[in-house]
T-cell receptor, first 109, second 116 residues
Framework: GQNIDQPTEMTATEGAIVQINCTYQTSGFNGLFWYQQHAGEAPTFLSYNVLDGLEEKGRFSSFLSRSKGYSYLLLKELQMKDSASYLCAAMDSNYQLIWGAGTKLIIKP | GAVVSQHPSWVICKSGTSVKIECRSLDFQATTMFWYRQFPKQSLMLMATSNEGSKATYEQGVEKDKFLINHASLTLSTLTVTSAHPEDSSFYIC????????????FGPGTRLTVL
């Protein structure tokens, strides 16, 4: 079957760095997405990886290893506003997104 | 970036009534629209996929007669929750795909439905 695994919750300190891991198993693969979702709001797009390696975008970076079925989202210089859930989603061969349950990130001062 | 709107943002209704939620792509034509449901502290659950002018494809376990989806144009899809019951209370989110830019989905702001 198809499956996405990511930690349920993580805690980090303001100004620090945090890495949120995601492993996936899908029928075919057409890319890995990361979304940010604040409580009570819809997800907003953060990143897309389809090739192996690291994609950097400001304070956020995303990494993909297709051979390992693994991705991570790296957040640097954490700010209080980064407190949110981070959703990992893999696109299968039918271009359908398979969603993880999300990682709730708590930032402490 | 592409903008997707949803209306209403929140709705409270009595059990047994029907509720219609609209999803619009404001500055692009959406070849495909998706409807998701999200319960508290859970991830998004895909309910159905709709393509303009054709019948929606429902995920397993989603009743097509209860959740009516109409995708009449390339910029509008509607979800009607018929005979709503308290267990239908949830956060309903639509997304739209333009067919370009690696099939990225652009999400609407969501509709919070509370059925009394």
């Amino acid at each position: 079957g198809q499956n996405i695994d990511q930690p349920t919750e993580m805690t980090a300190t303001e100004g620090a760095i945090v890495q949120i891991n995601c492993t996936y198993q899908t029928s075919g693969f057409n890319g890995l997405f990361w979304y940010q979702q604040h409580a009570g709001e819809a997800p907003t797009f953060l990143s897309y990886n389809v090739l192996d390696g690291l994609e950097e975008k400001g304070r956020f970076s995303s990494f993909l290893s297709r051979s390992k079925g693994y991705s991570y989202l790296l957040l640097k210089e954490l700010q209080m506003k980064d407190s949110a859930s981070y959703l990992c989603a893999a696109m299968d061969s039918n271009y359908q997104l398979i969603w993880g349950a999300g990682t709730k990130l708590i930032i402490k001062p | 970036g592409a903008v997707v709107s949803q209306h209403p943002s929140w709705v409270i209704c009595k059990s047994g009534t029907s509720v219609k939620i609209e999803c619009r792509s404001l500055d692009f034509q959406a070849t495909t629209m998706f409807w998701y449901r999200q319960f508290p502290k859970q991830s998004l659950m895909l309910m159905a996929t709709s393509n303009e002018g054709s019948k929606a494809t429902y995920e397993q376990g989603v009743e097509k007669d209860k959740f009516l989806i109409n995708h009449a144009s390339l910029t509008l899809s509607t979800l009607t929750v018929t005979s709503a019951h308290p267990e239908d209370s949830s956060f309903y989110i639509c997304s739209a795909e333009s067919g370009i830019s690696y099939n990225e989905q652009f999400f609407g702001p969501g509709t919070r439905l509370t059925v009394l």
